[in-house]
């Protein structure tokens, strides 16, 4: 029994096969030998992957900063050589690479991969050119191949005269060590991977406006009708009449009784000054020609009882003769059509919603314009100096050559009529042209019958043509000032500028004596009215007063919000231009003056200038505002214009004097924390001339040059 149960029991077990089960659990290794090859062969796909691309993150955030670097590294040059400029550019993205870690290893040197200027070298590739953001007339995407744009276009650094706008960064700026097991089963082709970017840095095409103020007082300082208010027979009038360089007729032979007192020499007729045009001047107004020399001018004075040396500079100024005037024509609507300049660059004047011309008929009119002042005294201020300011910044746009760039200008008084209108452009070369006011000598007549095709013709430029555009003289309507309809021209050129697709940095530059008259009063939120607002235009101080009201609402709801800075450029002598008298605070400053960045930075929400009184001349302001003459300026002029630069972020550049024998300014005592007592500034700190102080602001807001990134992906 027991003996047939174990045999039993043996069969069973024999019938199971012990070595073929032996055979079945020994496949089983090779499978998951397999299997386990599989799985790390995809962790490291996956870790190749992800090295792979934070890799590639990385280094495209290290390429932008490369490439701005580089873009920086080429304007901040104090070299004009191009190549210098050129390894400028590569050093400074170089630094960048060298100082930045990507995956624990540096993008230069330990990784191998090396920025080059040289086209093909190991590494990546530093290239400069100019980035069009949009086509600019000559489709120079185009001619670089695919004609799409954004485009970037390689400068050949042989060429005449190469430009350079931008910098672009190609080809493997890191080289990443793959995984032992990838790089073993050669998965990637080698045993490290290339991270290959093009990162594009450009300096970004600015668009800019400027409004300049044409009314009367733009020439006062030149030719003031009175000396002070106290000589005149009322206090309101101590303003004097503000026309001294136009004598204007209805036809060219323009009548002699037009040529009255107000623009000639109060000498002729004593200290009576007539105001009436039909009043007929003494006949040696109309007869006597400029005297050439001293003796001459001793001559003609000595009925007066006065000789050359006795007359001041102001009285000097205020002697006009009848030979001093040159009949001139303006152009007419009708000229609009006939000359290209004209149709090309200025706005149509049929849009009379926008472009209202009030003081230029059909086919022009004809003035008398006083051209010795242009030899004698230098010219109309600070007309000339706002002029001179123009001229270079139009010259620093030029010299910028940044596709994309264009500028529009805008002259007006109560109105823009069409020639003192620029449309946005890039045509530098006309904008220079338009304002050169440097004419060193006399303009000649033009005659009665002057042809259309002089007038308009495209060779005119300087003076002659600033006066067929009506931008001097200022004509006889130019008693009011409308700035807020000037800014409100200024955005709709931006806009429309914006509107074709371009990129900009967008600015407007207001250059005025800050006395605008002309206000709005429904502009407040709901379209209620500012309280004391008296709409409309006129010279009183309630009409001052609702304009400047009326135009700080209107930029701090419609041009804040845009963040398009407004810079302003205050001059005249009827107002104050003035800064605080604040001791700095930074470190190493030893006691300088507060400059207004810092003021900015220092006293935020505070203004850097301050009306009211310099003195107890007057006790109200609105006789400040009636009797404002250079030596009772008028300092609450300043405020408002300060205010618009600094909610903009705008420049504030205040065109002052410098007296004679003027000292520099490098110290101050007034203090950020009274600024109620802080001492104004109305001199020019450095001591420079009324030109060159404008002529830096210009830099400054022209020459100053945003960069961003354009372009950043993997190399193609």
């Given at each position: 029994m027991s003996?047939?149960?174990?045999?039993l029991t043996e069969s069973r077990t024999c019938y199971c096969r012990p070595e073929e089960e032996d055979r079945e659990r020994g496949a089983v290794i090779p499978l998951v030998a397999l299997l386990l090859t599989v799985f790390l062969i995809f962790a490291a796909i996956v870790v190749d992957m992800n090295l792979l691309a934070s890799s590639r993150e990385q280094t495209q955030h290290y390429a932008r900063l490369a490439a701005l670097a580089a873009i920086n590294g080429h304007f901040s040059s104090p070299s004009a050589d191009i190549n210098v400029q050129v390894a400028a550019a590569l050093a400074a993205a170089q630094r960048v690479s060298d100082s930045n870690l990507i995956l624990s290893d540096q993008?230069?040197?330990?990784?191998?991969?090396?920025?080059?200027s040289l086209e093909g070298s190991?590494?990546?590739?530093?290239?400069?050119?100019v980035w069009y953001f949009s086509d600019n007339g000559d489709d120079p995407c185009e001619l670089i191949g695919n004609g799409e744009y954004p485009c970037f276009d390689p400068?050949?650094?042989?060429?005449?005269?190469?430009?350079?706008?931008?910098y672009r960064i190609t080809g493997s700026l890191y080289q990443g060590i793959t995984t032992a097991i990838a790089s073993r089963l050669n998965f990637l082709g080698n045993d490290v991977f290339d991270v290959d970017v093009t990162a594009v840095a450009s300096v970004v095409p600015r668009h800019g406006c400027f409004i300049i103020d044409l009314s009367g007082s733009m020439v006062r300082d030149t030719h003031l009708g009175r000396i002070t208010s106290e000589q005149a027979d009322e206090p309101t009038e101590g303003r004097g009449r503000e026309w001294a360089f136009l004598l204007e007729g209805d036809n060219p032979s323009v009548p002699e009784d037009y040529f009255h007192t107000q623009h000639y020499n109060f000498l002729c007729t004593g200290e009576a000054r007539p105001s009436e045009k039909t009043t007929t001047p003494a006949a040696i107004c109309t007869s006597q020609t400029r005297p050439t020399d001293t003796s001459e001018w001793d001559t003609f004075l000595a009925p007066f009882g006065r000789t050359f040396a006795s007359l001041t500079e102001q009285e000097r100024r205020r002697i006009h003769f009848h030979d001093d005037y040159v009949l001139k024509k303006t152009l007419?609507?009708?000229?609009?059509?006939?000359g290209s300049d004209y149709s090309n660059r200025h706005p149509n004047p049929a849009d009379a919603t926008r472009y209202l011309v009030s003081d230029t008929t059909d086919d022009g009119r004809y003035y008398r314009v006083n051209v010795d002042p242009l030899m004698q005294n230098g010219g109309p201020e600070p007309l000339k100096t706002v002029f001179a300011g123009l001229n270079e910044a139009m010259r620093t746009f030029r010299d910028r050559r940044v596709a994309g760039d264009e500028a529009c200008l805008i002259f007006y008084d109560e109105n823009a009529a069409w020639p003192r209108v620029v449309n946005l452009t890039d045509d530098f070369d006309y904008l220079v042209r338009l304002t050169d006011f440097s004419s060193p000598t006399p303009i000649a007549a033009d005659l009665a019958s002057i042809s259309d095709t002089d007038l308009t013709a495209s060779t005119t430029s300087g003076l002659e043509l600033i006066i067929r555009h009506g931008l001097f003289p200022a004509g006889p309507d130019a008693a009011r000032t409308n700035t807020g309809l000037a800014i409100s021209e200024a955005m709709g050129q931006l806009t429309t500028g914006n509107s074709e697709g371009g990129f900009s940095a967008d600015f407007i530059v207001a250059i005025g004596d800050g006395l605008g008259n002309c206000a709005y009063c429904d502009t407040l939120e709901g379209g209620g009215r500012i309280p004391g607002c008296v709409e409309g235009c006129n010279n009183d101080y309630d009409y001052y007063s609702g304009a400047q009201d009326s135009l700080l609402e209107f930029v701090s709801s419609e041009i804040v919000p845009r963040n398009i800075p407004i810079h302003q450029i205050l001059v005249g002598q009827s107002v104050a231009p003035h800064t605080l008298d604040i001791t700095s605070e930074e470190d190493g400053s030893e006691g300088a003056c507060m400059d207004d960045l810092e003021f900015r930075r220092t006293a935020s929400g505070e203004s850097f200038v301050k009306g009211g009184f310099d003195s107890g001349t007057f006790s109200d302001i609105s006789d400040a505002f009636r009797n404002a003459t250079a030596d009772n300026p008028f300092y609450e002029a300043s405020v408002p214009p300060y205010e618009i630069a600094a909610s903009t972020r705008g420049l504030w550049g205040p065109v002052r004097p410098s007296p004679a024998g003027c000292t520099p300014i490098t110290s101050c005592t007034g203090s950020v924390d009274d600024l109620a007592n802080a001492p104004r500034i109305t001199q020019d700190p450095k001591c420079r001339t009324t030109e060159e102080q404008i002529q830096e602001y210009m830099g400054q807001i022209i020459g100053d040059n945003p960069y961003t990134l354009v372009y950043v992906g993997p190399k193609g």
């Open positions: 003996r047939r149960n174990w045999i993008v230069g040197p330990t990784a191998q991969a090396q920025l080059s190991d590494g990546a590739f530093l290239e400069p050119g400068t050949d650094l042989s060429s005449a005269d190469p430009l350079i706008t931008a007419g609507n009708k000229h609009w059509a006939i």
